[in-house]
């Protein structure tokens, strides 16, 4: 295959600062740093270093740990940290909350290790992709967005993973393959955008990741966009894309619909691309929690699968596979 130039409006250089600390005096400031990791024995993990947690307030350090065994049942872990026990470096990923801690080494790979509650992880993260940083061409317009900035890096679009969880004393190994990205914003994020679905797919060949972002207002532009690699190069990213809503089910209380099927599609250059994720199961679901002077916020996090096809100048090929899908809104009640 023929090296595939992307346009340079979708996609920046990516500094280690990049994904360091952001910080903001506004109280309304968050950060936090995410990983996720699908695992051969079939277990999962979602877990976030809050340096200032977005969805409580006041907007203080959390820990929030999330595993799903194979057997459909899911084992939390969330605490919160004393400010005095925490430290995060501006120059890269390098982040301290009390004993837990994520940071890049100096080979590039990851660390990750936290422990809340009964649940703990120890994992290494080894990028397959290159660090992702957005272009300009992904960022909404002066007018939809005003004085609110919310910041999206993604430190590993797809790594292999080695380590340990550890719920309630028993020590899993656990080797497979997951994500991890970096969010930050200077106000809260209900007063700059409505909500957000996101996802990312891997299969053996292909890296997918896409978000969907709901503007404030109504109307305006929907801001899809995905990102696309072959092996370890990537091929698309571009806001260039259709999101359909191919299924759909009322929520009573939220009264709203919620996705459960989507169909992506679009083309740059002389990729064409379309893929579709329908719901397999639900894992979590509901308000997050009920927090005095902040809009109510709820969440849904899917098990889907996945297929789709890929076409470029001299290829043509088929992706599929099961994935996490998120789901939030952010301005309920």
Not at 2 to 7: E, H, M, N, R, S
Not at 13 to 37: R, S, V
Not at 94 to 110: A, F, I, P
Not at 211 to 222: C, H, K, Q, R, V
Request: contains cysteine.
């Amino acid at each position: 295959m023929q090296p595939v130039k992307i346009d340079q409006n979708y996609y920046a250089k990516f500094e280690p600062k990049d994904d360091a600390l952001h910080p903001y005096e506004d109280e309304d400031y968050y950060e936090w740093w995410c990983f996720d990791g699908k695992y051969d024995n079939g277990y999962s993990s979602v877990l976030t270093m809050h340096w200032r947690n977005g969805f409580i307030k006041p907007h203080i350090p959390t820990l929030q740990m999330y595993i799903y065994g194979p057997d459909g049942k899911r084992y939390q872990g969330l605490a919160a940290v004393d400010p005095k026990t925490t430290w995060a470096s501006a120059e890269r990923c390098d982040v301290k909350l009390g004993d837990s801690y994520c940071r890049v080494e100096d080979d590039g790979r990851y660390r990750v290790k936290m422990q809340a509650k009964k649940v703990a992880v120890d994992l290494t993260y080894k990028n397959i992709l290159p660090p992702y940083k957005r272009g300009p061409g992904f960022f909404p317009p002066p007018e939809e967005t005003g004085s609110v900035y919310h910041g999206w890096v993604i430190g590993i679009p797809r790594g292999d993973i080695r380590g340990t969880l550890t719920i309630d004393g028993q020590v899993i190994p656990v080797k497979g393959e997951g994500y991890h990205d970096h969010n930050w914003g200077n106000r809260n994020m209900g007063d700059g955008l409505r909500g957000w679905s996101w996802g990312r797919m891997f299969d053996g060949k292909y890296t997918i990741m896409y978000s969907w972002i709901l503007p404030m207002i109504e109307g305006t532009s929907n801001r899809p966009e995905i990102y696309i690699a072959r092996d370890e190069q990537p091929i698309v990213a571009t806001a260039d894309m259709e999101f359909k809503v191919t299924k759909a089910e009322y929520d009573p209380e939220t009264k709203k619909d919620i996705p459960m099927g989507i169909l992506l599609s679009g083309k740059q250059g002389e990729i064409k691309f379309k893929i579709e994720m329908n719901k397999k199961e639900i894992v979590q679901s509901g308000l997050m929690q009920k927090v005095e002077g902040l809009p109510q916020y709820y969440f849904w996090r899917f098990m889907d699968d996945f297929t789709g096809d890929i076409q470029g100048k001299d290829f043509h090929e088929k992706v599929a596979g099961t994935t996490i899908r998120e789901y939030m809104l952010l301005n309920i009640g």
